[in-house]
């Protein structure tokens, strides 16, 4: 019983997944209720966390596989919540695509639970069970449209994402030949007694779980898949991508390389690896998305710039005294203010490319004049992409360079805020052509109820915290204080 | 309480003009008049109850904000003697371009809604005492004048509206630095706690910072050589833009020099003063000779902006009580002087459509109220004794002779160019041969023209016969301000 109050959430989101395939099965005639059915479920699930998070009583399952700390909590309700979203934005795409209806809602929901799995596993082999499980399902995804380029992006990621795959494999093997065990908290025992006398060997092992990981997290140089995949995949689908397992994988990258690896040797090593990849990352992302003329390809290249940014947390462990967990919190921080952020201009993308049947910048032209709150909306998110103030994402910016200064990293911070500069003109960019281009179309339109539903809670949620980002700031401080730093 | 409500009254009133229906859209410009009344009656209310003996802060709110890990960031706001006057200028002005803002027909909700978001974060700079605090009202501002001057604006709008952005957020992207840098070494925003701090440079020499937080703060004021963003700027934007962005966006300039390089690192500002009076007289002669070739009236006030705003950076640069306070007098005067000279040329230009001055002249016969407005406006603009513009200059020389005797040489050339080039300009405009073409124009007569310009001239004298009403305030708190530089 106990086993299963802890699975709960995954659970939940397994199940229903299961049961929309049923009832599309049974009852053919209700298929339109199919998106309802798994947001049913994704609240359940949701509730299922609140009341951990209510009892305060987190615990481990599966011989502590599974931890069940506010860490993971905290990814469960984003991952929730991220997923919610991409039903409901997926609504109106698939009702149009037509087909398979029932496999596209069931394997969003199965990505979910694997995304959820990563967020909860302390031990190697079930986080490579938890990646599989959320990837394949994503594999799918990504060429469930019936155009060539979607093909071609699933192909592609499919092929990536396998090599990605064995890299890591080979990294954690590594791990296991030298520690004996896959238990993360194992792993650092073996690291803090004989870990500096096989430095090397961690060296090598961490090379490859940095380059696997770097695979999902979509980080310089592991990012070249990222703007087709993006561009070619469902638009719904490249939104969950674009936040789900990003998020998931740095949800685990942090807590691997904070908990097994954070001993004080090895983390000098790995920050700065850290850092050296999200200089490039931010930079490299942003010149390239500023050249991009579509516009789910500029997000894609500005998703690596952003994951840069994440990187600044993770490479900011070296924080003295009692704040060493600011840069793992600003790295939820991050991820979270970055998932509604980056959604709400996907949804608004959605809901504009429904319209107008295309994705290219120029052809936003004059928005704001033909849908003022899907214009008003876009260029919220995009204001807080670039992370202008009053919105969310200047604070998480604000509190991952804080964690980087601290972390001695100023040379780091320099450069984001450099490149915060050089996103400014490309985010910016888009908001331009739709308050001051000229439209040759006129005629106005609304988003639809789903798509104007989740973009009104995206952008609410970016303006509210945008003012008053404390609640969001200490819940990602309690989830990274949950992680098990046994280096400290 | 006071100032919180200050600061916010023009944003709920920008609300409140967006929730206003389609049908009643022309009411939009009464909203926002009472808004901006409001303010004005607050900031008045603070203005007479201000305790000019008190030492520290007045009115001051206090709150914590958000905890960034490690420390706060709080919401923290009060008043000095160098931010009380910069307050009621702003909210005098904000009056004055919501009046002139009568004439705008296009999209008029929106339009009062960004025009009070703007007021509301430049009384933010002006009263943040927490850093970051201040860097978001900073920042805020950004939005609003960019969507005003590239929606309402003419010409090369969207030109000018992005090219004012770039130097604005590329000055400040510095200033976050330097914000960073120097929070970090003292764990926390709050500028009096920074203000009594001394810094070690580990993590940036101290130079550097200096110099980002100088560069945020020039582009602003804007000095040469970061002034070009400014003659755009001013020619596109639409007139009650010109006048919040001449009259008090550029202040914000000259207070966050005064307010954060001179108070949280005196020592740094002491070594480098000799370039705050080296750009100072460069831009005070730079802007004058440029100003002299100017043709569009706009432009020409806007080049005499930046030699004006030297002046300021002048009067800083001695690091004397007497130098700073005529700086900050200057920037009262030339907020009021160089606003009613923005609200004539928007009262003409909304009649004539041209602001080349070589289609202009004799004007003076077919508007003779507005040619007797721009006069003084003009002569005021020139520093003539007994109008606000001549105490500061004065103030600003006395205080600087001292220190950089040539400097103030040289900048007193600038002054006579500045009745070259304003002399000159009345002379083609308002007076010369009569033009047929301008024969069916109306002179001033609304109520809202007459009560604008009626009340900045009577201001314009108000501090040129009566400085002490400013000085008795701004003194005593420069003063505390030079303790530290002193010691």
């Given amino acids: 019983v106990n086993t299963i109050d802890v699975v709960g959430p995954q659970f939940a989101v397994l199940v229903t997944a299961g049961l929309v395939l049923l009832v599309d099965a049974l009852l053919p005639q209700q298929r339109r209720l199919l998106p309802f059915l798994a947001l049913l479920g994704l609240a359940v699930s949701a509730a299922w966390t609140a009341s951990w998070v209510a009892r305060d009583d987190y615990q481990t399952a599966f011989d502590g596989t599974l931890s069940l700390d506010q860490y993971a909590a905290f990814f469960y309700f984003l991952f929730a919540g991220i997923t919610a979203t991409v039903v409901l934005a997926s609504i109106d795409w698939v009702n149009r695509a037509g087909r398979g209806q029932s496999e596209y809602y069931a394997l969003v929901l199965t990505t979910c639970a694997g995304l959820m799995l990563l967020a909860a596993a302390r031990d190697l082999i079930t986080i490579y069970v938890a990646l599989e499980l959320s990837s394949i399902p994503q594999y799918i995804l990504a060429g469930w449209g019936k155009d060539q380029r979607s093909s071609e992006a699933g192909l592609k990621y499919l092929l990536l994402g396998a090599i990605a795959s064995s890299l890591l494999l080979y990294g954690m093997a590594l791990l296991y030949g030298f520690a004996g065990t896959t238990s993360l908290g194992g792993i650092a025992e073996a690291v803090g007694s004989n870990g500096e006398a096989n430095r090397s060997l961690l060296v090598v092992a961490m090379a490859l779980l940095i380059a696997g990981f770097g695979f999902k997290m979509a980080v310089v140089p592991f990012q070249m898949w990222v703007p087709d995949v993006y561009q070619g995949a469902p638009t719904p689908v490249a939104a969950f991508l674009s936040v789900g397992s990003k998020a998931a994988a740095f949800a685990v990258v942090t807590r691997i390389f904070f908990e097994a690896l954070g001993a004080d040797f090895l983390s000098s090593d790995w920050a700065n690896v850290f850092a050296v990849i999200a200089a490039i990352s931010m930079t490299l992302g942003n010149v390239m998305a500023i050249v991009q003329t579509d516009i789910k390809r500029m997000l894609g290249y500005s998703s690596i710039a952003q994951a840069g940014n994440f990187m600044v947390g993770l490479a900011a462990i070296s924080v003295p005294g009692d704040d060493f967990t600011l840069g793992a919190s600003g790295v939820l921080l991050f991820v979270a203010t970055y998932a509604f952020t980056n959604l709400g201009a996907f949804v608004a993308i959605i809901a504009i490319s429904q319209k107008i049947g295309s994705d290219q910048i120029r052809d936003y032209a004059g928005m704001w004049r033909r849908s003022p709150l899907l214009a008003a909306a876009l260029a919220l998110c995009l204001i807080s992409l670039t992370g202008i103030p009053p919105t969310a994402g200047f604070w998480a910016k604000l509190y991952v360079f804080n964690a980087g200064i601290r972390a001695d990293l100023a040379w780091l911070v320099i450069i984001g805020v450099l490149n915060s500069m050089v996103s400014a003109y490309y985010y910016l960019g888009v908001a331009r052509q739709m308050f001051l281009g000229d439209a040759e179309e006129r005629e106005s339109f609304a988003a639809s109820p789903s798509v104007g539903f989740s973009l009104a809670v995206a952008t609410v949620g970016v303006f509210v915290f945008g003012i008053i980002p404390m609640p969001l700031i200490s819940v990602a401080q309690d989830a990274a204080g949950a992680l098990d730093i046994i280096a400290r | ?487």
């Avoid at chain 2, 440079?201 to 910072?209: A, E, F, M, S």
């Avoid at chain 2, 390089?261 to 007289?281: H, M």
Wanted: charged share 10%; hydrophobic share 55%.
């Fill in chain 2, 1 to 487: 309480v006071e100032l919180t409500a200050l600061v916010f009254v023009p944003s709920v009133a920008a609300v409140l003009v967006l929730l206003l229906p389609r049908a009643y859209e022309n009411l939009a410009r009464y909203v926002a008049l009472a808004g901006s009344l409001v303010a004005l009656g607050i900031s008045l209310y603070m203005f007479f109850g201000f305790d000019v003996d008190a030492q520290g802060f007045q009115y001051v709110v206090r709150e914590d904000w958000v905890d960034i890990g490690a420390f706060n960031l709080q919401y923290f706001m009060g008043v000095d003697g160098l931010s009380m006057p910069l307050l009621v200028l702003t909210t005098v002005l904000t009056t004055a371009s919501v009046l002139v803002s009568f004439s705008v027909t296009r999209r008029q909700r929106a339009y009062y809604a960004l025009l009070l978001v703007l007021s509301t974060s430049v009384l933010g700079v002006f009263s943040a005492l927490d850093f970051m605090l201040f860097f978001l009202f900073w920042e805020l501002e950004l939005f609003p004048m960019f969507l005003l001057i590239a929606v309402w604006g003419s010409g090369r709008k969207e030109y000018s509206a992005t090219k004012f952005v770039l130097y604005t957020i590329a000055g400040s992207a510095f200033m976050l630095v330097a914000i960073l840098v120097l929070a970090f070494n003292a764990n926390t925003f709050d500028i009096e706690v920074l203000g009594r701090s001394t810094f070690s440079g580990t993590l940036l020499p101290l130079t550097w910072v200096f110099l980002f937080l100088f560069i945020g703060f020039a582009v602003k004021l804007p000095i040469f050589p970061l002034h070009t963003w400014l003659p755009d700027a001013h020619s596109d934007a639409p007139t009650a833009v010109s006048v919040m962005l001449a009259g008090v966006l550029l202040k914000m300039g000259g207070y966050g020099i005064i307010r954060m390089c001179v108070t949280i690192l005196p020592e740094t500002a002491d070594d480098y003063s000799l370039w705050f009076a080296i750009i100072g007289s460069v831009s005070i002669l730079y802007g004058a000779f440029v100003t002299l070739r100017q043709t569009d009236m706009k432009r020409l006030i806007a080049y005499s902006s930046v030699s004006h705003m030297g002046l300021v950076l002048l009067g800083i640069s001695a690091l004397g009580t007497t130098g700073i306070t005529g700086a900050t007098y200057q920037m009262l005067a030339h907020g009021l002087i160089t606003g009613l000279l923005f609200v004539m040329v928007g009262l003409m230009y909304d009649r004539t459509h041209t602001r080349d001055i070589g289609r202009l002249g004799g004007l003076a016969r077919q508007m003779p109220l507005w040619a007797t407005g721009t006069v003084f406006a003009g002569f005021a603009s020139l520093g003539l004794p007994a109008l606000a513009g001549f105490v500061a200059e004065v103030t600003v020389f006395v205080g600087t002779f001292d220190r950089y005797e040539w400097a103030v040489l040289l900048s007193i050339l600038g002054v006579v160019l500045s009745a070259g080039y304003i002399l000159w300009m009345v002379e083609r405009v308002v007076f010369g041969p009569v033009r047929p073409e301008w024969n069916e124009l109306t002179d001033q007569r609304h109520w809202w023209e007459h009560s604008t310009v009626a009340g900045l001239a009577a201001l314009i004298i108000l501090l040129g016969v009566y400085p002490p009403l400013m000085t008795d305030m701004i003194n005593p708190a420069i003063e505390t301000i030079m303790q530290r530089v002193g010691s």
